[in-house]
Each structure stands twice: as structure tokens, then as C-alpha cells.
């Protein structure tokens, strides 16, 4: 691989929704390459940890990867100064630390470090490391080729879920496995673990959950992380077809099989040849097609409408439904044979409001980024009354609901300060603040949740604004914890940041 083509390579890779493992893996084995080096490394500067992390790297010794201080080497050096490190001789320089060659038994010789950025005055997302070129040390060429390749690697990880550090400080936030994924709580966690198992495999995929879930965006993260990844991922939904179409959705017509069929038009199933057809609700699919599509299944052999020739398909079959399939089966609108078929592996995909309120703010904040990039917002910010609805919210519709909440409140918010009147609101027309102010001058002074302790117990009338309320709490929380905001943040199941914003207001 040249080294152009590099460039344009990697930006393509760290695009897609691959694990992050395998894609920073690949990223290295690449660059590796192209430089002639013996191994190369990615660190990414971890903003929530203040310090250096890989889980990959041509390092076979290693395979849990490794983290390390921000002042440890010269990896460390290069990400808290921003300067780019080439060295001939590693054990000659005071920065270089060799503890990991004493752990793996390698030698480190030749390095050259470079600094992850957009530009030589942005904050540095992480750095990239080269050791020991093959014909012995890296050179002045080298240097430059890969700053220019750290820089484009930088504006490349602006296209994944890897989130810049509040306040627009150094290093990204991980927040997720999977890239175009964001989720790390314990139940999401264990979906991820399931779709990496499964990805390994050919077997046929059952995702089920609430709509809103994001099957699809699993479905292809099964896909992007298989053996498949290179050829079609093709997507039937059984809920926009007329059931007369579904047979030649899936399996393609010949000529004059129907009026109107002029010519032999290629199914679903042709389509995916060689890569991953994804069945999104199933549980729609019509009745007289469920045998085929079981025969299908099985065999992986069909025929087109109107034709006799049978033809054989080599894809992956993942489905998705919303459905309560056992129940469908009971009452005989699914066929039972093809329900054992379809969920060979079964993996459930837990709603929004079973992740958690820290997950469900940490979606909002990855959101309304990448809304606020594409309609030219400032960045956002949330004010703490709009936290406190996203996060009290039941979510019925999901991370799609979400999405189209947070949508919404960044197109309605040009100087990209979101409050909660920016959302949707649910239920009767909430009253303006100045009748708020009125009913409380009017109404008895009853307390109202907020009593930490005796020692603390506030009072808050009811019809202030929701944002004074949240203060008034979140300050007597703080007292309550002896002015330990962290403390404070942990009772309060939220981040430190946003105990800090709520004390601002």
C-alpha cells in the first residue's frame, strides 16, 4: 500500500461501525507497513482518566493492550507537549521507559512519535508510535509523512463515536465498543460481548427488542466486524412491503412472472450474495412466504417468481422484531419450525430506560454533537433543567426518540445553549415562568423531595422554574456532603460537570 493511499485508506476505515479494537488494530498493521516499521501503536489520550490507553497494537505480547501515565515515556511526552519524537537510539534518551520492553522482552531501538491533532494548535486526541524500521532508523521523510498522516488520522476520528473532552481540554471520551455505538453500561455491555461472539460465526441472528433500539445499527455492526464485512449488506423490511411483494422483494421475478414484470429484475437474496441479509421485523413477514423463506433458510436454495431454475445463495441471515413471537406461534400467525430456525442465536437488546440516566445523558450529549456538526450550531450546551427532563424521561420510543428530541432542540437553539423549553413537551401546555412565580407567591411553602438530612432540609416552593428547583437541590445535596462534589454527583447518579453547571445557574 503506498503511503497516499494510506491516508485515504484510514479515513475510509475509521469511518465504519467496526469495533474499536479491530479498527485501531488494522489502522497499525497498515501504517506499519507503509513505514517499514517493526510495530506501530495508537494510543488515544483517555479525557476521562487523564491518561494514555490501547487495547491495540502490533504487540502480540500483549494482547489485553495497555495503559499508561501521561507522564510515563515518550509516548507520554510527545501527548502532553504536542511535539513529534524521532529517536535512533531509545535506550540513549532520559524520556524513553522501558518497562514494557522488560514485560514483553522486546527491544525497543528506532522510535518516531507523533501527536494525533487537527492542527498544530488543537487539543491532542492521541499519538502514534512507530518502532524500529527495518533498515534502521526512521528519517526526516518519515517525520513528515507521519505528522500529515496524524493529522488526517485526527479529523478521521471526528467521524467515529469517540467523543471530544468536555470543555475542549486534551484527549477523547471511549465511549463505547463499537464505533457509530454509544452505550457502556452493564446491560449494553453485555450485548456487545454477544455480537462480537456472534459476529465470528455464519449462524442466523435473532435481535429482538423494543422498536427504537437500534437493531439495525447491531445488525450491521454484526456485519462490519464478520468475515463478510468486504461484500453487500442488504436490508428487506417486512413492514413497508405489500404482502404480494414480499416473495419478489426477497427472491427477484423472471420475466412476464406478473403484469408489469417486463424484464428479470434480481431479489434481495442475489443481492447479498457473499454478504449479510437482514430481515428487519420478521414477525411481519406473511404467512404464505414463511415456508419458503424457512426452505430458504435451511438449505439456502430458491427460486424466482415465475421461474424453475433453483439457485443457491451464500449469505448470512440476521433478523429483528419487535414482536412477541411465542405468542404469534401460539395463535398460529408464525410458523414454529421457522421461529427455532430464525433465532439460532438470540440476543436481546435492552430499552433506553433500562441503560441508565448517566447512559441516557451521554447519548443526548453524543447526539446533540453530531447535530450541532451538521447544521452549523455552536457547541452545545445543556442547561440543568433540560438534563433533569432528558434523564426523568421513560423513553418509550427509545434512542430514536432521543435522537429526534435532542434534533429537534439543537435546530431550536442557533447560540447552541439548550434549555428544556427546546424540548418536546408531552402532556398539557406546561405554564409560562412568570405564572409559576405567581402560583408560588400564592401558594403554602411545602417541602417538596429535597431533604438530605435534618441538618440540611431546604424547603422548595412548588412553582418555581425547574431550574432554580434543580440549584436549590443540587447545592443542599453538596452541604449534605460536606461540599464534596464528586461525593455529591455519585448520591446523585449524575457527573461531576453537571453538579458544577447546576451550581453555576
Known amino acids: 500500500m503506498s503511503r497516499l493511499s ?68 515518550i509516548a507520554g511526552h510527545v501527548a502532553l507537549t504536542g511535539d513529534v519524537v524521532r529517536v535512533d537510539d531509545a535506550s540513549q534518551d532520559p524520556r524513553f521507559d522501558s518497562s514494557t520492553d522488560k514485560v514483553t522482552g522486546y527491544t525497543t531501538r528506532s522510535m518516531l512519535v507523533a501527536p494525533i491533532r487537527e492542527d498544530a494548535q488543537a487539543p491532542v486526541r492521541g499519538v502514534v508510535q512507530l518502532l ?5 532508523a526512521f528519517d526526516e521523510e518519515d517525520e513528515q509523512y507521519l505528522v500529515a498522516l496524524a493529522t488526517q488520522l485526527a479529523r478521521a476520528l471526528t467521524l467515529t ?13 471511549l465511549q463505547s465498543t463499537f464505533n457509530k ?59 413497508t412491503l405489500p404482502a404480494q411483494l414480499v416473495e419478489s422483494e426477497l427472491f427477484g421475478h423472471e420475466r412476464g412472472a406478473f403484469t408489469g414484470a417486463d424484464r428479470r429484475v434480481p431479489g434481495k437474496v442475489e443481492l447479498a450474495e457473499g454478504g449479510t441479509l437482514f430481515i428487519d421485523e420478521i414477525g411481519d413477514l406473511p404467512p404464505d412466504i414463511q415456508g419458503k423463506f424457512l426452505r430458504f433458510l435451511q438449505e439456502r436454495t430458491f427460486e424466482r417468481v415465475g ?63 453530531v447535530y450541532a456538526t451538521r447544521y452549523g450550531r455552536p457547541t452545545p450546551r445543556f442547561e440543568p433543567a433540560a438534563l433533569v427532563a432528558i434523564r426523568a424521561h421513560a423513553w418509550p420510543g427509545n434512542v430514536r426518540e432521543l435522537e429526534h428530541w435532542i434534533e429537534s432542540a439543537i435546530a431550536l437553539a442557533p447560540d447552541g445553549r439548550v434549555t ?28 417538596v423531595v429535597a431533604e438530605p438530612t435534618a441538618e440540611h432540609a431546604i424547603t422548595i416552593p412548588l412553582g418555581l422554574p425547574l431550574e432554580e428547583a434543580v440549584r436549590l437541590y443540587v447545592d443542599a445535596t453538596v452541604k449534605d456532603c460536606d461540599g464534596n462534589k464528586t461525593e455529591a454527583a455519585r448520591s446523585l447518579g449524575v457527573g461531576r460537570n453537571t453538579i458544577g453547571r447546576a451550581l453555576r445557574r
Open 420 to 447: 428544556a423549553s427546546h424540548l418536546p413537551r408531552r402532556g398539557p401546555e406546561l405554564p409560562t415562568d412568570s405564572a409559576r412565580r405567581e402560583s408560588a407567591a400564592a401558594a403554602p411553602q411545602r417541602p
Open 181 to 239: 455505538i454509544v452505550g457502556r453500561s452493564a446491560p449494553i455491555r453485555a450485548v456487545y460481548e454477544r455480537i462480537q461472539l456472534a459476529a465470528q460465526t455464519d449462524a442466523t441472528v435473532l435481535l429482538r427488542g423494543e422498536t427504537g433500539t437500534g437493531k439495525g445499527l447491531f445488525a450491521r455492526a454484526i456485519h462490519v466486524n464478520s468475515r463478510r464485512q468486504a461484500r453487500p449488506f442488504i436490508t428487506v423490511d417486512c413492514t
Open 161 to 173: 463515536t469517540l467523543r471530544a473532552a468536555d470543555g475542549g481540554g486534551p484527549g477523547l471520551v
Open 6 to 73: 494510506l491516508i485515504v485508506d484510514l479515513a475510509s476505515l475509521l469511518a465504519r461501525e467496526v469495533d474499536f479494537d479491530t479498527l485501531l488494530g488494522t489502522a497499525c498493521e497498515r501504517l506499519a507497513r507503509a513505514l517499514r516499521a517493526d510495530r506501530a501503536t495508537i494510543w488515544i489520550v483517555d479525557a476521562e482518566h487523564g491518561d494514555l490507553v490501547t487495547r491495540v497494537a502490533v504487540l502480540p505480547e500483549l494482547p489485553e493492550g495497555l495503559r499508561q501515565p501521561l507522564v510515563r515515556g
Open 132 to 136: 524500529n524500521r527495518e533498515d534502521g
Open 307 to 369: 421461474g424453475r431454475q433453483t439457485l443457491r445463495a451464500d449469505i448470512r441471515v440476521v433478523a429483528a422484531t419487535h414482536r412477541d413471537l411465542e405468542r404469534a406461534v401460539a395463535e398460529g400467525r408464525f410458523r414454529e419450525d421457522l421461529y427455532y430456525r430464525a433465532r439460532v442465536v438470540e440476543i436481546e437488546l435492552p430499552p433506553l430506560r433500562a441503560r441508565g440516566a448517566d447512559e441516557i445523558e451521554s447519548l443526548a450529549r453524543h447526539f446533540a454533537d
